[in-house]
């Protein structure tokens, strides 16, 4: 149906390597990213943060049109994704999870069928099926 790319690019290697990524819209062009970034607290991008937005914009966007088909027009939908990287022996790491928390406000909406359909829409997330890491929904309808 869509195929969507970024490139990213490393000059040098290590701990001293700089990396760059660029999306095809262009909504980033030669971000930096690089070991300050992902480890510490450096200005740039991360994997892990860039996943974390695709994984909260993706499920969001889900939950927002399973409310549509449902007959709801009004409110808003807030959701903040942790993504969690953990080294997993010898100098290796692994993502093991993306918890995903969810404030929305919908008018008319009872607790029955928000959890419902937030619980659907994370299951139906294309970002959730690709991810293999664990994956939870924190959902508050407030």
């Known amino acids: 149906m ?12 290590g701990k001293e390597g700089k990396g760059h990524i660029t999306t095809q819209s262009g909504v980033m062009t030669d971000q930096y990213y690089g070991f300050n970034t ?9 994997p892990e943060e860039l996943i974390a937005a695709a994984h909260a914009g993706c499920f969001t966007m ?6 549509a088909r ?4 009004e409110g808003s939908l807030e959701t903040k994704a942790a993504v969690k990287l953990e080294q997993d022996g010898e100098g290796g790491f692994t993502i093991t999870r993306s918890d995903l928390t969810l ?3 919908v008018p008319g909406l009872s607790q ?3 959890q ?3 619980d659907g ?6 970002v959730s099926k690709l991810l293999k890491a664990e994956s939870n929904l924190d959902a508050t309808l407030g």
């Open 2 to 13: 869509t195929t969507r790319t970024a490139t990213a690019r490393y000059d040098g290697f």
């Open 38 to 46: 992902r480890f510490e607290d450096g200005k740039g991008t991360n």
């Open 62 to 67: 889900a939950l927002s049109f399973a409310l």
């Open 70 to 73: 449902a007959g709801f027009s």
């Open 103 to 105: 404030n929305a406000s």
């Open 112 to 114: 029955g069928q928000f």
């Open 116 to 118: 419902a359909l937030a």
């Open 121 to 126: 829409a994370h299951a139906n997330c294309p």
